[in-house]
């Protein structure tokens, strides 16, 4: 059978390199309707008990369709929405027990980029004064040596500093995304979470954004959580990836590990989804798995393994009892998998039956018996 | 004989702050049954250029020829081009969600196209609906097809596009970036759906996309495009292991590799041209690491290259330079192998 995760999460948990701990994290959000009487009805379970940690200078990946979860994921590991229940630790201080006050440090250590430059930056206050704010907000400095600083930014970030009394509108797209890189990196945060930072941007662009946030992570030392929908992006920035699905972690593991040899059957088959230009990749590539049906909705997630509806492989034990996120037998030191069965190694997902059912201990057993 | 020959359409727009010139000389041609893909980043004219075709452009001026079997579509009246809209032509667009009605149940608005254009009345049409929205894989067709487009999910909507696209068996579809707004497991179920649809009906099909792997994927043939301008048109293949314009090699390098880490992104340097004067030149030009001198004089016509039948290129460089440089090259050995350990 497969040995349990805990272990190896409490090990990462007390080493000093440890940045940033997520701790079955939750967060629902109400759906409210009534006139007079304000009635909760329903809860969206957004997010529904995610643990990782994350490591000094280390880039998580975090992969999945809309509505899974990751966006949440990331504006509550920087404390723009309140937890439901679970924790999250910053350099070991459970930040959602803090209040305002104590919140302040913490501020300037995490910080986010979002999608969307055109959305984020306000269009009627120039570049310059955008961004002061991180300075005028948290340290004592002059006008004149706030300005020092942001022009210094500005270059750092490829921005010409003559352009400081520019507004956003005469910046392109890849320009503005620049100065919401910079505003982020004003306090010489420790992490950085981008929130599909290069999804608006054409592709000429979107590599010139990921060279510079890769050169800054080598400057500065830092540590990202880098949310995205193309799964070839993550894969070049990512050191470890995490994917979602319906609001669970569904696969953790390092890079490599994840792309090549998935074990949950919901990141196989969106990885044999995604297309692809690279033609040495195309050839090499295995069976194509088209999953049928939609994402339901996290109002009400399907019982069980939450991705048992649209599974290849499911059988009667998945819709009734959840997988834990574990350590499956075979896989290296920090590849989990949540999943009654994990995808084997050359195994073709395209004929699995759901029909075909093998008593899950000899599943169990085949998955063993596979030497990686 | 080609179905839609598309000869050096100029599309510009009048606006206060002067005049956009979107398209600057698009040619290009789709056979029976082919699928085409028009790739480009945003603002390289893409979309206008077969909206213009369509006349879906309003307010634009557009010269040039679109002969869609031999007929001019550029000189045609708006009712002539209404009846070759739906009937021959169809056109599905990025969001299901704002094409379809919101207020019309799913199968009225397929029913209409039918009844408007092939004269079938109201049940006949229905039934045809039912048929058709258990074509393109929605389930339970004669109960969904009361309902309205808000039942259904973005990819089930998309699919309702491609079943008033198909109702009247046209011998072109235009899919302009069809699958943006989806998501990728749903995307691959839209475009299996789109290659089966062609292959059964024997359509032809412009598909454009930013999505170089969509492409990659579905397409016989790919234009890309650039300042409004072809850059180069090949068959798939060849573009993508034996390009030639030093934009498409500059687009693929671009690209994260899929097949592993490969240390540093190439980016092309620059930004996109300004679409508010007319090029006199390469528009790529300015961002070309290899530009010369006459690439400043005028902008290069399309000429025949490397080893691929139809496989040409806007660009002055020696017609067998082709491939893309060993992307190995640019990783030093210690960057790869820093991309392939963890910290």
Request: glycine residues 8%; negative net charge.
């Amino acid at each position: 059978m497969s040995t349990s995760t805990q272990g190896d999460l409490a090990v990462d948990a007390t080493d000093a390199q440890v940045l940033l701990e997520v701790d079955d994290v939750v967060k629902h959000f109400p759906v409210r309707s009534g006139a007079l009487i304000d009635r909760t009805h329903a809860q969206v379970r957004a997010v529904d008990g995610v643990s990782f940690s994350l490591k000094v200078g280390e880039t998580l990946g975090l992969v999945g369709e809309s509505g899974c979860g990751k966006s949440t994921l990331a504006r509550l590991i920087t404390a723009l929405h309140p937890v439901t229940s679970g924790h999250v630790r910053f350099r070991g201080q459970d930040i959602t027990a803090l209040n305002r006050r104590q919140m302040r440090p913490i501020r300037k250590s995490v910080q986010m980029v979002f999608q969307d430059p055109y959305g984020s930056l306000n269009p009627r206050r120039r570049v310059g004064s955008i961004l002061s704010d991180p300075f005028s907000v948290h340290e004592k400095m002059s006008r004149a040596e706030v300005k020092r600083q942001v022009q210094e930014l500005m270059a750092r970030v490829g921005l010409s500093p003559e352009h400081f009394n520019r507004f956003p509108s005469e910046f392109s797209g890849g320009q503005r995304q620049r100065i919401g890189i910079a505003r982020a990196l004003a306090l010489r945060p420790d992490l950085i979470v981008c929130d599909e930072p290069v999804s608006a941007l054409d592709v000429s662009i979107q590599a010139q954004i990921i060279n510079l946030l890769e050169d800054l992570q080598d400057e500065f030392m830092l540590t990202y959580v880098f949310i995205a929908h193309d799964l070839s992006v993550v894969r070049h920035v990512s050191d470890r990836i995490a994917v979602m699905y319906l609001g669970k972690l569904v696969e953790t593991g390092p890079v490599e590990e994840i792309y090549s040899n998935s074990r949950h059957p919901y990141t196989a088959s969106l990885l044999s989804a995604v297309p692809v230009a690279d033609q040495a990749f195309r050839t090499a590539r295995r069976e194509r798995v088209i999953l049928t049906g939609d994402v339901p909705s996290p109002v009400n997630p399907p019982s069980g393994c939450r991705f048992h509806p649209r599974c290849p492989k499911a059988q009667a034990i998945c819709a009734t009892e959840e997988p834990p996120l574990e350590h499956k037998t075979g896989d290296p030191i920090g590849h989990l998998t949540a999943c009654h069965f994990p995808v084997n190694p050359g195994e073709t997902l395209a004929n699995a039956s759901r029909d075909a059912v093998p008593a899950p201990e000899a599943a169990v057993g085949a998955t063993e018996g596979v030497d990686q | 004989m080609a179905l839609l020959d598309v000869r050096d359409l100029r599309v510009s727009f009048d606006t206060d702050d002067g005049t956009v010139y979107a398209v600057q000389g698009m040619s290009f041609s789709v056979e029976p049954g082919q699928t085409l893909g028009i790739v480009g980043e945003s603002g390289s004219g893409k979309s206008v250029s077969t909206q213009a075709i369509m006349g879906l452009a309003p307010g634009a001026t557009v010269t040039g020829e679109a002969l869609l079997e031999g007929a001019d579509l550029l000189t045609m009246s708006e009712d002539e081009l209404r009846h070759i809209r739906g009937r021959t032509v169809s056109l599905i667009f990025q969001d299901p969600l704002t094409s379809l009605h919101p207020l019309y149940r799913v199968g009225a608005q397929i029913a209409e196209v039918m009844e408007t254009h092939a004269q079938m009345n109201r049940k006949a049409a229905l039934e045809r609906a039912v048929e058709l929205l258990g074509l393109v894989g929605i389930p339970e067709p004669k109960k969904r097809v009361r309902d309205y487009p808000h039942q259904f999910s973005g990819g089930m909507r998309q699919r309702v596009m491609i079943a008033m696209a198909l109702a009247l068996e046209p011998k072109l579809i235009i899919a302009d970036e069809p699958t943006t707004a989806l998501d990728v497991t749903v995307q691959a179920q839209i475009l299996e759906l789109l290659g089966r649809m062609r292959k059964d009906f024997q359509t032809a099909v412009i598909l454009i996309t930013h999505d170089l792997g969509i492409v990659a994927d579905v397409a016989d043939d790919v234009v890309i495009m650039y300042g409004g301008r072809p850059m180069e048109r090949a068959d798939v293949r060849a573009a993508f292991i034996e390009p030639h314009h030093p934009y498409t090699q500059g687009l693929l390098q671009s690209i994260p590799s899929y097949s592993g880490r490969m240390g540093r992104l190439l980016p092309i340097k620059g930004y996109p041209p300004s679409l508010m004067r007319q090029i006199q030149a390469c528009p790529f030009a300015p961002r070309c690491p290899q530009a010369h001198d006459e690439c400043l004089v005028a902008p290069p016509p399309l000429k025949p290259v490397g080893t691929s039948p139809g496989h040409l290129s806007a660009c002055v460089l020696p017609s067998d330079a082709v491939g893309l440089p060993a992307h190995d090259a640019q990783a030093t050995p210690a960057e790869a192998a820093v991309g392939g350990v963890e910290p």
